[in-house]
């Protein structure tokens, strides 16, 4: 039993012991942590002091400089300011000297009005005394004159009064007719030297607009290539142009047959093309085709820009000069429309110079009087109102739209630049071969076929082709059919028969062309 209770004391002891030894262990750790805890405090509290003295030195720093600007704005703004009021002020004190010349000035005007007034006075005086002497020797005339006449004053009177107005009446009618007939006369004889002399100092080139373009080749060998398998490259040039390509016997040579000299440059053009670049099928002429056509649209451009400027026109609205440049490639029975608007913008400037009118608007309006024939949209106006209307609306001068609306009678002539306009296109189209009435009937009958065709549902081109003899008709195969198809060909010859007047007949060929078009990517 005392082994145990000694066991047990000892294991008692132990565990006090333990306990003690834990706890001050414990504390001992807990002051530690204390100690390290108050450490970081202060030194967080050190560094937040050393941070605001940092913020508050730049705060200062950027409020001393914020407060030099605007002492400098101040003192800048009040330098200014000073310098105005002492500019006011040399100001003000030249105006009080001119103030005081100016009443110097108007003492002496005033002094000198005043000597003139009683100089005139006097004058009165001494007129009205020898007017009043005139009168009393008059009367006593007039008196004599009644005692020998035996006639009143005013029976005289009447009698000479009439005397005189007959007299002055046979006068001022002979001088009337006389004056009119002069005038008559250096009017018509100044009329026909200006325009004799307007014509012989304007000497222009007659050139004629044909149907028919030449594509010159270097060897017959190129015509296999460009007529194609079966002809598909022929037809595909003359579907995505709408021109007539005839390929004959005639060596080195390929005739491109087309009213419009527009397609018939496209159609040259991409052929030259075409030829050059060796590669020719279908695809690749619808692809230069359409190269071609932007390029010619540039070069129309090109024209119109170089044409005004030649004629020293400036201020000129962009789509005017486009339409300008259009003219290039449009006749007037026969005449390039752009050599005609030239030649009268010449004649209307040199017949201006010679009247003493504005040189400038007069060769503005001969340059511009035909622009309504080359407007692409469809209009029922006749060229000359349709040409007024868009100079209107390209905010041109009034006289200028005046005068390319009245060169033929539509409407009222109001400025003198018209009548030079009408004469001056007058002059330019009755030149000796400046114009062919037949070319332009033939061209306006192939518009009207064309137009015709494009007025039904589905008709995405239309070509006259073979002088007017075929009518080539494409169609959008998604919305016309087959059978839509043969019945537009029936449909459109019925109502060329009902509306149209031409020679022969007309073939009417409906084409219809399927295309599926997929990309590999």
């Known amino acids: 039993m005392s082994v145990y209770l000694i066991a047990a004391i000892a294991l008692l002891g132990g565990l006090a012991l333990g306990y003690f030894l834990g706890n001050s262990l414990m504390k001992k750790n807990v002051a530690n942590f204390e100690e390290d805890a108050r450490k970081k405090a202060d030194e967080i509290i050190r560094n937040a002091n050393h941070s605001a003295e940092s913020v508050k030195k730049d705060k200062m720093l950027e409020a001393k400089e914020h ?11 009040s330098n200014n300011r000073k310098n105005q009021i002492l500019q006011n002020e040399q100001k003000v004190k030249q105006m009080q000297q001119q103030a005081a010349q ?11 009005l005043n000597n003139k007034t009683n100089k005139l006075n006097e004058q009165i005086d001494l007129a009205s005394k020898k007017r009043e002497e005139a009168e009393k020797m008059h009367q006593q005339q007039v008196v004599q004159l009644e005692k020998i006449a035996n006639l009143t004053a005013e029976q005289a009177k ?4 009439e005397a005189l107005k ?18 008559k006369l250096s009017a018509t004889k100044e009329a026909k030297k200006i325009v004799i002399e307007t014509i012989q100092r304007t000497a ?6 044909n149907c028919v373009s030449v594509f010159n080749i270097e060897s017959d060998e190129i015509k296999g290539k460009i007529i194609g398998r079966e002809g598909r490259n022929i037809r595909a040039l003359e579907a995505a142009t709408g021109v007539e390509v005839i390929v004959d016997d005639t060596p080195e040579a390929i005739v491109i047959s087309s009213f419009d000299p527009v397609r018939r440059e496209v159609a040259r053009l991409s052929m030259h093309r075409l030829v050059q670049d060796g590669r020719i099928h279908p695809a690749r002429i619808e692809e230069v085709v359409n190269k071609t056509r932007k390029d010619i649209d540039n070069e129309i451009i090109e024209i119109g820009e170089r044409t005004v400027i030649d004629l020293g026109i400036h201020g000129l609205h962009p789509e005017l000069i486009k ?25 209307c400037a040199a017949m201006a110079s010679e009247m003493g009118l504005n040189v400038k608007l007069a060769k503005r309006a001969g340059l511009l009087h035909d622009i309504g024939k080359v407007n692409n949209e469809e209009s029922d106006l006749p060229h000359a109102l349709l040409g007024m209307e868009l100079a209107k609306k390209y905010k041109e001068n009034p006289e200028v739209c005046n005068a390319i609306g009245a060169h033929h009678d539509e409407i ?6 018209s009548p030079i306009v009408q004469v001056c296109d007058a002059i330019s189209g009755s030149r000796p071969g400046a114009r062919r009435e037949m070319m332009e009937s033939y061209a306006r009958r192939l518009r009207d076929l064309e137009d015709l065709a494009l007025s039904f549902k589905g008709v995405e081109k239309c070509y006259a082709i073979q002088a007017g003899r075929e009518l080539r008709v494409i169609v959008d195969s998604e919305n016309v059919s087959d059978e839509d198809a043969n019945m537009m060909s029936f449909n459109i010859s019925q109502k060329i028969e009902k509306e149209m007047q031409y020679p022969g007949q007309i073939k009417v060929c409906v084409i219809r062309e399927m295309r599926s078009v997929n990309f590999a990517k």
């Open 102 to 112: 100016q009443i110097e000035q108007n003492k002496r005007l005033e002094n000198e």
């Open 323 to 347: 339409m300008v440049g259009r003219m290039r490639f449009r006749s007037s029975y026969g005449q390039n429309l752009l050599q005609h608007s030239r030649e009268v913008a010449k004649l």
């Open 412 to 417: 009222e002539m109001t400025s003198l630049i």
């Open 67 to 77: 407060f030099l600007k605007l002492k400098a704005n101040f003192d800048e703004e």
């Open 204 to 209: 222009a080139e007659q050139a004629i607009e």
């Open 158 to 161: 009447k009698e000479l009064v």
């Open 166 to 183: 007959q007299e002055a009446e046979t006068k001022a009618s002979s001088y009337i007719k006389q004056t009119m007939e002069e005038a």
